[in-house]
């Protein structure tokens, strides 16, 4: 019963129909602000990394796009850069933020990273703790949008730089970062809560445990947000620490 009246309420999403009402009792749901060729990408992937929760996701652009089939979204076409449309998105019950680089009307990168930073600032103006992760186009704009508040950035020109400069020197080391970053294809990256048993143990004595009683490999630990990779063996566990593994 609560898959028929799932794929009833998305398929009438699809099609436009109550969607006043359907956003309006929106809680714990993903925002999407923009839309570029990446966009399809983050709403398969969103699917899949909450399988069979029911993660509703709101997409909001000027231009109306296909969505995914069988995808909890909904679309509300206005512009993003408005709070008076991010509150009909149900802003303030909102789970988290994702902006995109919108490159809908032709728009140059300066103008898109310039209203992705304007966008950062009203939310964290009236909603300090929401979660926002933006992307960026220009390298100019990365202190921009650090300065605005922003939780975290993707600088896509950066990544392809150095991914491009990894692979000539380690041949075939793309496919593993394809991997990693691939929800439904072999290993992933994930960050989970410690293990109990770990804590005041050595970091060695952590990898230890994981690979043993959980299959996966240690790589780092996140305390107190801050990045600890491969910190050496005498890294000592703490309780409010979270570990990074494949």
């Known amino acids: 019963i609560t898959s028929f009246i799932s794929s009833f309420i998305i398929e009438r999403s699809r099609k436009g129909e109550n969607r006043g009402m359907e956003l309006a009792t929106l809680s714990d749901h993903i925002v999407i602000c923009g839309w570029n060729s990446n966009a399809i990408t983050v709403l398969r992937e969103l699917d899949f990394l909450y399988n069979s929760e029911m993660k509703f996701k709101v997409v909001i652009s000027e231009v109306e796009h296909e969505l995914p089939a069988n995808s909890y979204t909904l679309f509300l076409n206005a512009d993003f850069t408005k709070m008076d449309n991010l509150n009909k998105a149900q802003i303030a019950e909102a789970d988290s933020v994702i902006i995109l680089a919108d490159k809908s009307n032709q728009r140059t990168d300066q103008d898109i990273d310039a209203r992705t930073i304007l966008t950062v600032l009203g ?30 950035f993707i600088s896509s020109f950066e990544y392809t730089g150095n991914m491009l400069a990894h692979t000539v020197v380690n041949r075939g080391i793309a496919k593993v970062y394809s991997e990693l970053l691939q929800s439904n294809v072999g290993n992933q990256l994930v960050k989970s809560i410690i293990d109990p048993n770990t804590v005041d143990k050595s970091f060695f004595e952590c990898s230890k445990y994981y690979s043993e009683i959980q299959k996966s490999v240690l790589i780092g630990i996140e305390r107190e947000k ?21």
């Open 123 to 152: 939310l964290k103006k009236k909603y300090p703790d929401l979660y926002i992760c933006a992307e960026v186009v220009s390298q100019e704009n990365v202190e921009h949008i650090k300065n605005a508040g922003v939780d975290e």
């Open 226 to 246: 801050e990045f600890f990779l491969n910190p050496g063996h005498e890294f000592l566990i703490q309780k409010s620490d979270s570990a990074i593994l494949i």
